[in-house]
């Protein structure tokens, strides 16, 4: 079982930025996928973000986040970010950190059904 603990999410003005963090708990390290989804207001669909390989660090992005967006991890500290730069009023949706079982390379990064393990989620909201 691994946990995942997100954080950062709140109340940003259209343009600014806002960083996610997602913990998770002690795991064995190998290049499993981690990732940021999100649901918009009014929908239960889970909408990829951003994707990034645990130890070989290949990331992969939503055209809609490109250049606006940056996934990273912290191997050390077993942690997770999202920085998102130039927000704009669309970006506003509950966000949340997965990981997979399996290694990146064997499942479809860009699908909600290839995590395992989900967080609870951290609201960002962008203002006009």
């Known amino acids: 079982q691994v946990v995942l603990v997100e954080s950062g999410g709140g109340l940003v003005q259209a343009g600014g930025s806002l960083r996610l963090s997602c913990t998770a708990s002690?795991?064995?390290?190998?290049?499993?996928?981690m990732a940021w989804f999100r649901q918009f207001p009014g929908t239960n669909q889970r909408v990829f973000v951003a994707a990034i390989s645990w130890t070989g660090g290949i990331e992969t992005y939503a055209e809609s986040v490109k250049g606006r967006f940056t996934i990273s991890r912290d191997r050390a500290g077993n942690t997770l970010y999202l920085q998102m730069n130039r927000l704009i009023p669309e970006d506003s949706a509950v966000y949340s950190c997965?990981?997979?079982?399996?290694?990146?390379?064997?499942?479809?990064?860009?699908?909600?059904?290839?995590?395992?393990?989900w967080g609870q989620g951290t609201r960002v909201t962008v203002t006009r």
């Open positions: 997965a990981t997979t079982r399996a290694r990146a390379s064997e499942v479809d990064v860009y699908m909600d059904y290839a995590y395992d393990y």
């Open positions: 002690q795991r064995a390290s190998y290049d499993y996928a």
